[in-house]
């Protein structure tokens, strides 16, 4: 059963009800109530993993976007969000019964679930891409997202240890960046403090005790500087609003322990936020508090001037009272904090009241946000995009100025080439140089905040395939990648049939051209690929990373090819393909008599912790335990019953087994015979060796060698560490 906290999360239908009566929307109570009695019965008698019925996690989230603001669809879209990933009922049956709307807003929160992936990174990448084409289309969808992830990690601690802790990690990295790019900072902050005390329970118990402790204190003491405020804005300005703010937890704890300072270091902790009519108001009473307090200096920051890029808009400075105790003070209209507080959001909730400049703004950014999302879905992997929200997220930035004098915010590091991009994506395609400050720069050159940059274009110009190892920005590098989709196919399929090519020939593999079609079919499907030249054509533009897809595609090539050909004759190489019988290796619990295989993903070798799958017509495969190809959570990945015990027969197995080195080291002459002169002189089989030259002036040698186990490896490791200039020796 949950906790009284936990409990309290939980809202039922009634106060859902009380909520819309409250609310500035017009809400149609009827069709909501519908969609209530129809959820209600579609989830029956399941349960939450706490013991809660279900329906009362759907009416939860209808009231977070209730508070949100949200429209009719939206809360209807919350309330039958799970049926169609865990009820009968279909998506058809949605559609007709509450239109196309909310049956769209239901598809794009629903999870990819029957969809199998090579491991959970892939899995959360593919589901965010979805629900970001969605998003496209109807910026609703995230929303409601963001909102079921919130009650979610309201109530997550009737979770195991480890689920909470994947779920927390992916609210940082994915869900808490997507509410910050939206502007949505409540929500944004609620799911990192959540998180972070899942992550780290004993640094934030320590920042909570903190705040906690100096509570009363500064609660007093923010009385104290409001009242000041009041009385020397009075007669002033006509309407002010003060409120007190203390800094959210994980934001504490990004500036103590990941920056190294002290709690004492931080001079926002506590800030006061002052709230006016318009602008005008606001620098009057900027000027009042700097007439009060003593202003800290380069403390001063007008984001009503230069917004930040998620809409966000305030004045910040920080001031010492008489006793030297510096605080923050925040000044805006209450447009912007609408806009602060919830974002787009704001434009469901606010739109009625909003001004014509303001609601402008408002449409824009949704544009905006929609554009640059779909340049990310058109060329990005999927993975990529996950990773560009979250350094999207960590970046400070600079603010540069147009010759002009217009500003744009870049994020800190980016160069020339990202400038030119956010400026316009034919400016970027025809660049041919850049100043700064008058005097011209080369491509890389990183700006910095206050200079003034011109770009020289020409129009016959095109854009660089290097260009996509300088840029810093996802959006130039969707952009340039977008070009050189468009623009040069032939040349894209030249470019990336050779790659793939290359890659397969390294790894051994050899794939008929009238069988690849077929044999890379999966990864074609996914990628939209209707043929096999825009597979090869999207190798060749950068939107498909073959770096990903080297590791699937070896063990896919195994099973189909090798796999096959081991059960079409006697089985005669013992390291890949043998039958549990005594002395063979291994034992599979629950099998007497089936045929195993060692994983070449991973190479398993006696004394590793191993573990078993058991395919498709090619019996049991043998990983270790923490290969990339094994659930981080066995008991919950998709199919939990093909996964099984394995255990090595004795402490010493009379077989022979594949592992592969990396070696590195200072590159010279003669290297490679020396790795190849220990090898032999130790009498061990050779079964490949590649060298290439690598950055810093670096060999690297990768090396397939024959071992009895692990401790012939370590043997083996230990004499090649003698070698003269090797730097690092590593098991792949």
């Known amino acids: 059963m949950p906790n009284a906290v936990t409990a309290a999360h939980y809202l039922d239908f009634q106060e859902l009800l009380n909520l819309i009566q409250t609310s500035q929307n017009d809400y149609d109570v009827k069709k909501i109530t519908k969609a209530y009695e129809f959820a209600n019965i579609a989830h029956g008698d399941q349960r939450r993993l706490s013991g809660v019925p279900y329906i009362l996690h759907p009416t939860s989230v209808a009231c977070i976007l209730v508070n949100l603001g949200m429209d009719t669809d939206s809360v209807i879209a919350a309330l039958l969000h799970d049926i169609v990933e865990d009820t009968p009922v279909t998506l058809e049956e949605v559609r007709k019964l509450y239109g196309k709307d909310a049956a769209f807003l239901i598809d794009g929160v629903t999870k990819l679930s029957k969809i199998q992936y090579q491991n959970r990174e892939e899995a959360q990448a593919e589901n965010l891409r979805k629900m970001l084409m969605a998003m496209f289309q109807d910026i609703r969808v995230i929303i409601i997202k963001l909102a079921d992830r919130l009650h979610n990690m309201r109530t997550l601690d009737c979770m195991r240890e480890q689920k909470r802790l994947d779920i927390s990690r992916e609210t940082m990295e994915v869900f808490a960046p997507i509410a910050y790019r939206l502007g949505m900072k409540s929500v944004k902050d609620e799911l990192e403090d959540i998180a972070i005390k899942y992550l780290d329970p004993v640094g934030c118990e320590e920042i909570q005790n903190y705040l906690d402790s100096t509570g009363k204190d500064r609660d007093k003491y923010i009385e104290s500087v409001k009242q000041k405020i009041l009385r020397k804005t009075a007669g002033i300005i006509d309407r002010v609003e003060i409120q007190g703010r203390v800094k959210s937890i994980c934001s504490i704890y990004r500036k103590t322990y990941m920056k190294g300072l002290s709690v004492y270091d931080i001079f926002d902790v ?59 003070v925040q000044i805006r209209t209450w447009d912007m904090h609408y806009a602060a507080e919830y974002g787009i959001a704001a434009h469901w909730k606010y739109k009625l009241g909003l001004k014509d400049g303001k609601q402008r703004t408002l449409d824009e950014s949704l544009k905006d946000i929609r554009t640059k999302i779909q340049n990310q879905i058109d060329t990005e992997d999927s993975t990529e995009i996950v990773k560009n929200l979250k350094n999207d997220f960590e970046q ?61 274009t020409q129009k016959t110009e095109n854009p660089n395939r290097n260009w996509l190892q300088i840029v810093k920005t996802s959006e130039a590098r969707s952009k340039i990648k977008a070009w050189f989709k468009k623009e040069r196919r032939e040349e894209n399929i030249i470019e990336g049939k050779a790659q793939l090519e290359a890659m397969l020939k390294r790894n051994g593999m050899a794939i008929a051209e009238e069988e690849r079609q077929e044999f890379f079919g999966f990864y074609m499907q996914r990628n939209n690929c209707k043929t096999i030249d825009d597979f090869y054509a999207a190798i060749g533009y950068g939107g498909i990373s073959l770096v990903k897809l080297t590791q699937p595609l070896r063990d896919k090539y195994h099973q189909m090819y090798q796999a096959a050909a081991a059960e079409a004759k006697p089985i005669t190489d013992a390291a890949t393909v043998r039958r549990h019988k005594v002395g063979s290796g291994v034992i599979v619990e629950g099998m007497d008599d089936c045929l195993v295989k060692f994983s070449k993903c991973c190479n398993p070798l006696p004394g590793d912790k191993v573990i078993g799958f058991i395919t498709r017509g ?99 490791m230990a004499k090649l560490g003698s070698v003269n200039g090797v730097t690092s020796i590593r098991r792949l």
């Not at 508090?289 to 984001?303: A, S, W």
């Not at 400038?419 to 720069?441: E, F, Q, T």
């Open 618 to 716: 090619h019996g049991v495969s043998v990983h270790n335990q923490n290969c990339t190809n094994v659930p981080a959570d066995v008991e919950y990945c998709e199919e939990p019953e093909r996964w099984v015990n394995v255990t090595w027969v004795g402490d010493e197995v009379k077989e022979s087994f594949n592992s592969t080195l990396e070696i590195l080291a200072g590159d010279r002459t003669g290297f490679i015979a020396d790795v190849s002169l220990i090898l032999t002189n130790m009498h061990i089989f050779i079964h490949s060796m590649n060298s290439r030259e690598i950055e810093n002036n670096q060999a690297q040698i990768v090396v397939n060698i024959e071992v009895t186990g692990r401790d012939h490896l370590k043997a083996i």
């Open 396 to 456: 400070s930035n600079v603010y540069v100025f147009t010759p002009g004098g217009d500003i744009k915010i870049l994020p800190k590091g980016s160069t020339v080439i990202d400038y030119a991009y956010s400026i316009h994506s034919g400016v970027g395609n025809r660049m041919v140089g850049a100043k700064v400050d008058g005097s011209i720069v080369p491509f890389d050159y990183k700006i910095k905040t206050s200079q003034i940059i011109e770009i020289l």
């Open 270 to 328: 506590f800030a006061v936020r002052i709230i006016v009519d318009n602008i005008t108001e606001c620098f009057t009473a900027l000027g009042v508090v700097h007439d009060l307090f003593r202003p800290m200096p380069n403390r001063f920051k007008d984001y009503i001037s230069t917004p930040k890029p998620n809409m966000y808009q305030s004045l910040h400075t920080t001031v010492f009272d008489k006793d030297g105790i510096p605080f923050e």
